[in-house]
Nanobody, 122 residues
Framework: QVQLVESGGGLVQAGGSLRLSCAASGRTSSTYDMGWFRQAPGKEREFVAF????????DYADSVKGRFTISRDNAENTLYLQMNNLKPEDTAVYYC???????????????WGQGTQVTVSS
């Protein structure tokens, strides 16, 4: 059984940084592409970033490009999201996901974590 567990969320002031982690167990994450999504209150879940299983290919939502960096450590079965220059509009629950292909669409991911709250104060 696959389990994804996010950590690293919290409360930070605008302009600050956080690093999210997603630990995978039950399946070797190196055989899957992985992504980060987020959902703010009253809004739909939206794509943040994805990374291919080799780490060679990444993609970012325009709203986070240049501020967020996705990376992975396949030896540790862990996915990361480094978030810099955070803005209040980044406030959301952040979810990691794992699936057979890299996509901006949530429907292509088979496994999801429970989410971690990120709150950015102005």
């Amino acid at each position: 059984q696959v389990q994804l567990v996010e950590s690293g969320g919290g409360l930070v002031q605008a302009g600050g940084s956080l690093r999210l982690s997603c630990a995978a167990s039950g399946r070797t994450s190196s055989t899957y592409d992985m992504g980060w999504f987020r959902q703010a209150p009253g809004k739909e879940r939206e794509f943040v970033a994805f990374i291919s299983r080799t780490g060679r290919t990444t993609d970012y939502a325009d709203s986070v490009k240049g501020r967020f960096t996705i990376s992975r450590d396949n030896a540790e079965n862990t996915l990361y999201l480094q978030m810099n220059n955070l803005k209040p509009e980044d406030t959301a629950v952040y979810y990691c996901a794992m699936g057979p292909i890299s996509s901006r669409r949530a429907m292509f991911y088979d496994y999801w974590g429970q989410g971690t709250q990120v709150t950015v104060s102005s």
